[in-house]
């Protein structure tokens, strides 16, 4: 996937290994050769974001230019993570794709008042997930012009104290 002729680091959090290796397997078979990012929870993808613990080495490193979020995870939820997100001014204009099981209006609503970019319901037959993960990439890397990736630190300081 590109945006501009630039190759876009997607981080996906999800605690399901199974569902994070059918989503490194669907990017592989769409031929996206995106760096895919998986962290295993909400507090895993602050800290990533935040290049805070195991991910310091990142710093100076240029934020994700797409989150992929699922809702049910442990430690810090999809709710709490994307509060979060658009709650600082560095990483509010991240795009964050919600990619969860929940079909919860309610929960719906929720996230898109917290300003999630896209709710999509992960399909569970292998042939339907190819095709939305085939669609994101269409419509995230050839349509939708993003915000140019940024570091952290720029972030924060293009965001003022």
């Known amino acids: 996937?590109?945006?501009e002729g630039?190759?876009?680091t997607i981080v996906l959090a999800d605690d399901d290994p199974d569902d994070?290796?059918?989503t490194q397997d669907a990017f592989a078979e769409n031929r996206l050769a995106n760096i895919l990012h998986c962290v295993e929870d909400g507090?895993?993808?602050m800290d990533y974001l935040h290049r805070r613990g195991k991910f310091e080495k990142l710093r100076g490193e240029a934020l994700p230019g797409l989150i992929l979020l699922d809702l049910n995870m442990p430690r810090m939820n999809g709710q709490e993570v994307l509060a979060e997100i658009?709650?600082?001014q560095a990483l509010c204009n991240l795009?964050?794709?919600v990619l969860t099981t929940s079909t919860d209006e309610e929960e719906i609503v929720k996230m898109y008042k917290l300003r999630c970019s896209s709710y999509i319901v992960k399909p569970v037959d292998l042939d339907q997930f190819l095709r939305v993960v085939q669609s994101l990439a269409d419509y995230w890397f050839t349509v939708v012009?993003?915000?140019p990736a940024q570091g952290a630190e720029e972030a924060r300081a293009v965001a003022g104290p």
């Open 1 to 3: 996937m590109k945006n």
């Open 6 to 8: 630039k190759m876009i």
């Open 20 to 22: 994070r290796k059918l």
């Open 43 to 45: 507090e895993e993808l």
């Open 86 to 88: 658009v709650a600082d």
């Open 95 to 97: 795009p964050v794709i």
């Open 145 to 147: 012009v993003l915000p």
